[in-house]
């Protein structure tokens, strides 16, 4: 859809002229006839103001009907609260026991740690 065809399309509806969405918005004549014959794509808030002058809500500019179009049921997406593991609660005591303990081992050590973590791990998965 061009939004300068809707415009002029809502405005005639209304029985308004572009003097009048002139006197309500500020804009010039010139600018409107421009916007309406697709020579100018207007900003968000020059959409606001032909929006608020033809008294209609914003969305109508861009849909041709009485109500909004349905959302689809998009699924929640999990925040990253719900993601990270050892964010809060038991896990996060747990990790940061882990941390205070880690902190005071040898490089060599953490390596024989890590290694055992991840023997563990792909036995747990097997």
């Known amino acids: ?6 415009l002029r399309e809502l405005r005639e509806l209304k029985k308004l002229s572009q003097g009048d969405i002139e006197k309500k918005t500020g804009l010039l004549r010139c600018y409107i006839s421009r916007v309406e014959n697709g020579h100018t794509i207007p900003s968000v808030e020059t959409l606001e103001k032909f929006a608020r002058a033809l008294e209609v809500p914003m969305y109508l500019l861009f849909y041709d009907g009485e109500e909004p179009p349905k959302l ?3 699924l929640k997406r999990k ?3 719900d993601i990270v593991w050892g964010s809060k609660g038991k896990e996060a ?5 882990f941390c205070r303990l880690f902190s005071r081992m040898e490089v060599g050590d953490l ?11 792909r036995r747990k998965t097997d």
């Open 72 to 74: 689809p049921n998009l």
């Open 1 to 6: 859809m061009i939004i300068g065809d809707r």
């Open 79 to 81: 925040t990253g609260d």
């Open 93 to 97: 005591r747990l990790l940061a026991k």
């Open 111 to 121: 390596g024989m740690v890590l290694l055992m973590a991840r023997k563990m791990a």
